[in-house]
């Protein structure tokens, strides 16, 4: 029997929407995912906005599979930076740092996936992937948890694993976003906080004591 994926109708339909996806990939570059334009990206690929939606179910549709994408990259880019810092002296630190240079670059991205839209169920895979990157880099440093909170018997209930290192890379992870959806919302600016010097110090101290 003939894998429909083979067939070349239906390689041709794979390619069109990779392309739209790609379109829709660059325009967020420069716009706001509440701006993306459908039409722009029809004309770009030489399509009408009916004969788009041949590939693309709706523009929510294509949305999701954005902030799908955008999942992947980031997950790539904790994966790259923990295994590049393993000689770092702050190996946390490091992978912080180049997890917000990668959203400076592209902030519209990272807002749609993390605050303008509810995160995808098909997202949970990138985001367990980053998380155990980011577990094994501080199971290597022999970070975990430095102050339990009363009552927790040294581990926090909130966070659902049985090992320290993965307890501090949900706690890690949960700043490190707290942070850059502060600094692309405007509010520590407005605060004449520096954002990467603030991020150095939030993912530096795992009590949350300040430096």
């Not at 690929?45 to 788009?52: G, K, S």
């Amino acid at each position: 029997m003939t894998d429909r994926t083979n067939r070349p109708r239906d390689r041709y339909h794979a390619q069109v929407r990779a392309e739209i996806l790609t379109a829709a990939w660059e325009q967020l570059l420069g716009t706001p995912a509440a701006d993306l334009s459908v039409k722009a990206i029809a004309a770009q690929l030489q399509l009408t906005a009916p004969a788009l939606y041949r590939y693309i179910g709706s523009r929510d549709e294509l949305l999701g599979e954005l902030a799908v994408q955008v999942g992947e990259e980031l997950a790539d880019v904790v994966e790259q930076a923990a295994a590049a810092a393993g000689g770092s002296p702050a190996p946390l630190v490091a992978v912080a740092v180049a997890v917000r240079r990668w959203v400076v670059a592209h902030p519209h991205h990272y807002l749609l996936r993390s605050i303008e839209r509810p995160v995808p169920a098909a997202a949970a895979g990138a985001e367990q992937r980053a998380l155990a990157a980011i577990g094994r880099v501080c199971e290597a440093a022999g970070d975990g948890p430095r102050r339990p909170r009363p009552g927790t018997g040294g581990r926090d209930a909130a966070v659902p694993s049985t090992t320290p290192a993965a307890q501090r890379a949900v706690c890690f992870w949960t700043r490190v976003h707290g942070v850059l959806g502060l600094e692309l919302t405007g509010h520590l600016a407005g605060l004449g906080i520096d954002a990467e010097t603030h991020l150095v110090r939030e993912v530096a101290t795992p009590d949350g004591a300040a430096v």
